[in-house]
């Protein structure tokens, strides 16, 4: 039995449907279409061409009566323990939304036409957007009653896996998710918590950090740093310094705003782009765009490509293992470790902190492992001897914890 209640950050139900209702659902959603959904569904077809183009003479209708409908499919326990829930709503985990059409599959099915494009295919939900969820019923259901779910956009209806991928393996596990499913479409990646390791392309990395304002924006002062030799003159460091601390706070919107207008007027260069972009208005954008100018100004390049711009983007993905950590493991801190000695871990992680001095924090390391952590993995990465950076996820974790 499934508590849907307890499934979704943000949910908008509404009333459950009854069992006739359900019964009525089971009974028709599958069968061969009525003459008059034939005829509505005629009625809805327009030649797309215009009459001076060649293409208009060769537009022929479709035949909605030959459509093969999921007459022999049954809808998935998941869901119909769901619409006993809720008739439909919205509903949001994280980035991924539902507008679901509880037991309205027939309806939706047929107002966009899926069995002309795709067959044996039921659509259940929209992500807020143009991309439909829908049932893959072309193999029969699992020993569980379930189906694969895969997305696809409304106006491009395809079983190309390009476009249209496998997103999960039953109702309840794409209910789970959180990150938004276009994220899948068109070769895009979600990374493993293994894979997050090893990654040396920041892309689908940052795609895994959305939701992290100020870490973004200290990832894009970090790939800044890494250039510094290659930024020219100090006005586009204090850009940097200033992001910093605007990131932190300590910088109005306003001064940010005033620095970057200044700047973006004279940067002639990768290392002056890179520098201006730490600025953005957007986290996510100085991120984005800063990390790509700084692999650019590295790589001397203005393409994108070449092994020296990809040897680049790998110390970026390193750049963020620095500061985020693994955010499918991620580390906790016992309050117990923060209050020891009267605050002293706090107070080294702070200081360290405020002054960047990065070297101390093996220091850090041993008070903590004093003040009673055996935690492995904080204690290495304060230990480790490679470069840090502001925002260290080990760093900010002891310095935040407490508060």
Excluded at 18 to 33: H, S
Excluded at 182 to 207: H, I, N, S, Y
Aim: net charge negative.
């Amino acid at each position: 039995m499934i508590d849907w209640s307890t499934v979704f950050e943000h949910a908008t139900p509404k009333k459950g449907a009854t069992e006739a209702e359900i019964a009525e659902f089971v009974a028709t959603f599958g069968v061969p279409l009525t003459a008059d959904e034939i005829a509505r569904v005629n009625g809805t077809q327009r030649n797309p061409w215009l009459p001076t183009d060649p293409q208009y003479a060769t537009w022929e209708p479709f035949d909605p009566a030959a459509w093969v409908m999921p007459a022999d499919r049954p809808i998935p326990p998941s869901y119909l323990s769901f619409v006993r829930y809720s008739n439909g709503g919205s509903f949001q985990n994280g980035k991924r939304l539902f507008q679901m059409w509880g037991t309205g599959l027939r309806e939706f099915l047929i107002c966009y036409n899926v069995p002309q494009y795709m067959p044996l295919v039921v659509p259940f939900a929209f992500n807020g957007g143009g991309v439909m969820y829908l049932f893959d019923m072309r193999e029969p259901p699992d020993v569980h009653g379930e189906y694969p779910i895969i997305c696809a956009g409304a106006g491009a209806l395809d079983f190309d896996p390009h476009e249209s991928p496998r997103i999960a393996g039953n109702f309840l596990e794409i209910c789970c998710g959180r990150f938004n499913v276009e994220r899948l479409r068109f070769g895009g990646v979600v990374l493993t918590a293994d894979q997050w390791e090893t990654c040396a392309d920041p892309k689908p990395m940052l795609d895994e950090c959305e939701d992290h304002d100020r870490k973004l924006r200290l990832f894009a002062c970090a790939c800044a740093r890494r250039i510094w030799h290659l930024i020219p003159g100090e006005r586009f460091r204090r850009a940097v310094e200033a992001a910093e601390q605007f990131a932190d706070g300590k910088v109005t919107d306003e001064e940010r705003r005033g620095l970057k207008k200044k700047c973006e007027r004279v940067a002639r260069d990768a290392g002056a782009t890179s520098a201006v972009n730490c600025l953005s208005t957007d986290a996510s954008s100085a991120a984005w765009n800063g990390s790509w100018s700084a692999a650019n100004a590295e790589a001397d390049t203005n393409r994108g490509e070449g092994p020296k711009w990809e040897a680049a983007r790998a110390q970026q993905a390193d750049l963020l293992r620095e500061i985020f950590g693994n955010p499918f493991r991620p580390v906790h801190i016992d309050l117990l470790w923060l209050k020891w000695n009267n605050g002293t871990v706090p107070q080294i992680a702070d200081r360290i902190y405020q002054t960047n001095n990065f070297s101390d924090l093996p220091v850090l390391a041993d008070a903590l492992e004093e003040a009673g952590c055996t935690d492995a993995e904080i204690l290495a990465h304060l230990r480790r001897p490679n470069e840090h950076v502001r925002g260290c996820w080990a760093l900010d974790l002891l310095r935040t914890a407490s508060t």
